[in-house]
């Protein structure tokens, strides 16, 4: 089973055991999202708003870091105008630990009704 889930504003593809890094979150060590979709390992597909709401994605949160440094110069010829700046972007990185739907159990399957078990046997 996988779900899509909204972090930081980007769109992040998820399963159970998988570590991504997001954009920085302060504070706890456990976070939740909820789904945008969820596909099931048998194919089926939950994209109604209204079951979304009650599903959820829980992940830990493992530790920061940071991105690579982004360099940014601006200049204009013949005009002495130059500006450097740099960014370099904090990420957290978090490990999914669970996705859950809005049943949050799987139904069990129904117990066939007991048929005859002798079989006929011609002669």
């Given at each position: 089973m996988y779900a899509i889930i909204r972090a930081g504003g980007k769109q992040a593809k998820v399963q159970e055991g998988d570590v991504l890094s997001v954009e920085r979150i302060k504070g706890t060590e456990k976070?939740?999202?909820?789904?945008?979709?969820?596909?099931?390992?048998?194919?089926?597909?939950?994209?109604?708003?209204?079951?979304?709401?009650?599903?959820?994605?829980?992940?830990?949160?493992?530790?920061?870091?940071?991105?690579?440094?982004?360099?940014?110069?601006?200049?204009?010829?013949?005009?002495?105008?130059?500006?450097?700046?740099?960014?370099?972007?904090?990420?957290?990185?978090?490990?999914?630990?669970?996705?859950?739907?809005?049943?949050?159990?799987?139904?069990?399957?129904?117990?066939?009704?007991?048929?005859?078990?002798?079989?006929?046997?011609?002669?």
């Amino acid at each position: 089973m996988y779900a899509i889930i909204r972090a930081g504003g980007k769109q992040a593809k998820v399963q159970e055991g998988d570590v991504l890094s997001v954009e920085r979150i302060k504070g706890t060590e456990k976070v939740s999202y909820t789904p945008l979709l969820i596909v099931a390992d048998d194919g089926s597909v939950i994209s109604d708003p209204a079951k979304l709401k009650k599903a959820t994605v829980t992940a830990e949160i493992m530790g920061d870091s940071h991105g690579p440094k982004i360099d940014i110069f601006k200049y204009k010829n013949k005009t002495g105008y130059r500006r450097r700046q740099g960014h370099r972007q904090k990420y957290t990185t978090i490990k999914v630990t669970a996705i859950k739907t809005s049943a949050g159990k799987k139904k069990a399957a129904k117990p066939k009704a007991a048929a005859d078990t002798t079989v006929d046997q011609e002669a």
